[in-house]
């Protein structure tokens, strides 16, 4: 599924389950809220922070999965076209950080 489908697939969720999208102030706290959950998976399992028992059942795929439907609900909300702002940055960041990247020795 592309971006543009899962924006509209989010929007038909919600029209269907989620009676409204909350205010865009709301999804922004709710987006806060899911990428500190991602940063806690991280930090134990990858990290130098012990994982607790109950961090080891945490699915990091279905945290970042909430981040995304977020992400996607702000888009809806504030009208922004996720697939086309998407596709320029992806080509603003080609041009600019190629040869960036490539002569980064710290990248070797």
Not at 80 to 99: G, V
Request: hydrophobic letters at 35%; one cysteine or more; aromatic letters at 6%.
């Amino acid at each position: 599924m592309n971006i543009e489908n899962s924006q509209k697939a989010v929007d038909e969720w919600i029209q269907e389950h989620g009676v409204r999208y909350f205010n865009e102030l709301t999804n922004m706290a709710q987006l806060t809220e899911e990428v500190g959950e991602v940063a806690r998976i991280i930090a134990r399992r990858y990290g130098e922070q012990s994982e607790k028992p109950s961090d080891k059942t945490k699915d990091l795929g279905e945290e970042l999965a909430d981040v995304l439907f977020v992400v996607l609900c702000l888009a809806n909300q504030t009208g922004i076209d996720l697939q086309e702002a998407f596709d320029k940055k992806l080509t603003l960041k080609t041009k600019r950080d190629h040869d960036r990247h490539q002569n980064n020795a710290k990248l070797k």
